[in-house]
């Protein structure tokens, strides 16, 4: 059979599952084949004469849980009785297909100094349908199931043994292309739109979907929200496909290899390293009134304080797909917490997400406004931190003007609280970040 190999899945009509494992249109194609030519042997009975292929049977073992496989007769067996047990004509025998094709007549044989003569039989693999569900197109997803070929013989036309050397097992790895969260083998513009009209739900909410939760990775991980590091980790795949992954998704084999996960070497005990720290600056603002606005409207007021929420420090964390390099911003979000009764806030792009291409979200409650940037282009934004994210502006409530008289120096306090604040690198890996700080505003007359 052939080497280890990737089954990526797609969506099966109106849900992602395929209603039955046989109806499944992801197949995938093992062949089952003769290395090489038989090489001329004389026949026991007429040693005058070679020995020819008259018939070859083997078994195929796997894991029914996980695939169903189906077996169809190759180009050797043409004008050959075939036998054939599996998921289509035996599927009481779970986790065993077989076959079995002889020649009748000593006329007809399989040429097998010929690719057609050598190929004995098509191994179709399909994934059950519960794999669909337990798979999220997260970094790293995937399941490996193993075809274990046994029984393999081959036989001349009077019935003797030809000797083989090998019967060769085989590995597949079923998985989604990492950020294709409608899955068509392609992370295109319906991802990208898929993902950010869920940004900012939450487990328990009707818009999320824990299959477009992507981070943390895992074969079944997710954090229970769906923010900026998902959208960035669909972001920076955009134009990747099942043919050319980006990055690059290398199917898994359970045996070792190149292929395989390699062992851990152990390491050293690690260091502390330096996280970048995110906060308002400043921390205290004045917010001096003139007027209220003729429109009543707390959004229509000249009367402004503004903060930089600031990134303070260089990212020195390493690169999680490649520890050589260090991690570059891709994508941020916070959330700021208000008192409406006092102030409303709008937020826009600070520096850092203006000198790239970013695309910006805001989500608005009655008491908070969520902010995320994430990266549209696979180039990081040229100004990397330390810089400003994003700038605060606060602006009155037409009610506050009649409760503070000019000339008698009353103020009125109030706070801003910063919380989930989130950096993440181009692939959606959060980049480790600390403090979320908020800031206070003072709101008085000249």
């Not at 009748?104 to 690719?115: I, W």
């Not at 979907?209 to 980790?233: A, E, H, M, T």
């Not at 669909?234 to 359970?254: A, D, E, K, W, Y």
Request: glycine share 8%.
């Amino acid at each position: 059979m052939s080497p280890p190999g990737n089954l990526f899945l797609t969506r099966q009509g109106a849900k992602v599952p395929p209603a039955t494992c046989l109806g499944g249109n992801n197949p995938a194609v093992f062949q089952e084949v003769l290395s090489g030519p038989i090489l001329p042997a004389p026949d026991p009975k007429n040693p005058a004469q070679n020995q020819h292929v008259g018939a070859f049977q083997f078994e195929v073992r796997y894991d029914a849980k996980l695939v169903c496989v189906q077996l169809v007769a190759g180009p050797a067996a043409a004008g050959m009785v075939c036998f054939i047990q599996d998921s289509l004509t035996a599927p009481g025998l779970a986790g065993l297909a077989r076959i079995g094709c002889v020649t009748e007549g000593k006329s007809v044989f399989p040429d097998t100094m010929t690719d057609a003569g050598r190929h004995l039989a098509d191994i179709i693999v399909r994934a059950q349908p519960e794999l669909y569900s337990q798979l999220r197109p997260n970094q790293d997803n995937g399941i490996v199931a193993q075809l274990l070929d046994q029984g393999c013989q081959l036989a001349d036309l009077q019935g003797h043994p030809i000797k083989i050397h090998s019967c060769e097992d085989a590995d597949i790895t079923f998985r989604f292309l990492e950020g294709d969260v409608v899955p068509d083998c392609a992370v295109d513009v319906l991802d990208a739109q898929n993902t950010a009209f869920r940004w900012g739900a939450r487990k328990g909410s009707l818009l999320y979907d824990s299959f477009r939760d992507l981070w943390p990775s895992g074969q079944v991980n997710g954090d229970g929200r769906i923010d900026v590091k998902d959208l960035q980790f669909v972001f920076g795949r955009l134009g990747s496909t099942c043919q050319n992954p980006h990055p690059p998704q290398p199917p898994v084999n359970p045996k070792g290899g190149p292929t395989g996960t390699p062992t851990p070497l152990p390491t050293a005990t690690p260091q502390l390293t330096p996280q970048p720290r995110i906060n308002k600056s400043p921390t205290l603002v004045r917010l001096p009134l003139s007027s209220p606005p003729e429109t009543q409207r707390c959004e229509d007021s000249a009367d402004t304080a503004t903060f930089n929420v600031t990134v303070k420090g260089t990212i020195v964390s390493p690169d999680p797909k490649a520890t050589a390099e260090l991690q570059q911003l891709g994508a941020f979000e916070f959330t700021t917490y208000f008192d409406p009764s006092r102030v409303c806030i709008d937020i826009a792009p600070g520096p850092v997400a203006l000198s790239g291409t970013m695309t910006c979200l805001t989500q608005r409650g009655a008491a908070f406004v969520t902010f995320g940037c994430a990266s549209t282009s696979k180039a990081s934004p040229p100004t990397q931190p330390p810089g400003i994210l994003a700038v605060v502006t606060v602006r009155p409530q037409p009610a506050l003007y009649p409760l503070l008289p000019q000339g008698q120096g009353q103020e009125i306090v109030t706070q801003l609280f910063n919380d989930n604040c989130q950096l993440a690198d181009l692939q959606g890996h959060a980049i480790p970040s600390k403090g979320c700080d908020g800031a206070t505003v003072v709101i008085s007359h000249p």
